[in-house]
């Protein structure tokens, strides 16, 4: 069983950063796509960034392209989430998720384990 531990969310003006990382458990992090998602009241969980199993090809989705950058740590089974430039509607609980094994591509769907959430309040 894997798990998956998210940290960093935090209150935060807007055009500020945070930087959210998520720590997974097991011996086949380094295998694995990773991604990150985010749930806003009254709203569905949504696709954010994804990375695969390399580190060779990253995804985001528009609302975030050139403010957000996802990376990872296989020595220390860790994925990254470096938010720059956050707007109100960035406000969220940002989930990390596990994907399939050795993909490269399709990062935006295929995750089967998720972490609990960590949440990010972006100030106007």
């Known amino acids: 069983q894997v798990q998956l531990v998210e940290s960093g969310g935090g209150l935060v003006q807007a055009g500020g950063s945070l930087r959210l990382s998520c720590a997974a458990s097991?011996?086949?992090?380094?295998?694995?796509?990773m991604g990150w998602f985010r749930q806003a009241p009254g709203k569905e969980r949504e696709f954010v960034a994804g990375?695969?199993?390399?580190?060779?090809?990253?995804n985001y989705a528009d609302s975030v392209k050139g403010r957000f950058t996802i990376s990872r740590d296989n020595a220390k089974n860790t994925v990254y989430l470096q938010m720059n430039s956050l707007k109100p509607e960035d406000t969220a609980l940002y989930y990390c998720?596990?994907?399939?094994?050795?993909?490269?591509?399709?990062?935006?769907?295929?995750?089967?384990?998720w972490g609990q959430g960590t949440q990010v309040t972006v100030s106007s």
């Open positions: 097991g011996r086949t992090f380094n295998i694995h796509a």
């Open positions: 998720a596990q994907g399939l094994p050795y993909r490269e591509l399709g990062l935006t769907s295929g995750y089967n384990y």
């Open positions: 990375i695969s199993w390399s580190g060779r090809n990253t």
